[in-house]
């Protein structure tokens, strides 16, 4: 058994106003986007300027956080925000769901590049590649934090989280981390390099991601107020169903575009 590893989740406090491990990641992996999202869009030729970029990456932002906030309310906690509407506006609290995040970055994409005239399937696949970054921070911020810990496991690096009991659980946020993050940019970023056709990264990163995150539900404990759900499904697991869906749909279209242009 591993010593899960004591880290205060406040970086420091002046005052009222604590910079904590979980913001930071999430800082770090909006600057990490922008730089991501600056060298795809020449290597893509996407047509747009430096300063449209960067009102690209202000549009994600508002997605992800309005949309993984509106996600998390009706996917993951409906009934107690129903009765306390206003909380909902309580961001700081925590509750995100990724999946509402995602649904809030497409909505965002489309607005902008209606506005902008720009192709939505290749923005897109940008957009999706430049997010892995932020999804692979979120995990290790998860970790530092002791939340959404795993299952409990007699594994050599199990480790027990302050708050989870005395079992040990699998660390199913660095395993999340690893594969949302490291794993998947390298797949997508591989499509980009060999010039896929665009749509090719945007519906592999659906793919991929609900493959990862279905099976790594199976080492993470769900959420107390949900449990499993039908057939002894998680929510996460239940949410990425669609996604996997919608990436082998997106796929086979892409493909077929491609063999008939």
Known sequence: MLTYPQIDPV?????PLAVRWYGLMYLVGFLAAWFVIHHLARLRQLPVNKESLSDL???????????GRLGYT???N???YIDHPLRIFAVWEGGMS?????LGVIAAALIF??????????????????AT???????VGNFI???LWGRTTDVPWGMVFPGAGPEPRHPSQLYEAFLEGPVLLLILWLLHRRNAAPGIPFFSFFLFYGLFRFCVEFFRQPDAHLGFLWGGATMGQLLSLPMILTGIIGLVYCRRREGSA
């Open 11 to 15: 970086i420091f406090q002046i005052g």
């Open 78 to 80: 409906f009934s107690y």
């Open 57 to 67: 990456l202000f549009y994600g932002v508002l997605g992800v956080i309005i949309g």
């Open 113 to 130: 590049c209606r506005r902008k005239g720009l192709p939505p399937l290749l923005t897109g696949d940008i957009l999706v590649t430049a």
């Open 145 to 147: 934090n002791g939340e």
């Open 74 to 76: 009706l996917f993951y």
């Open 133 to 139: 970054i932020g999804l692979g921070l979120g995990r």
């Open 98 to 102: 990724f999946h509402g995040g995602l």
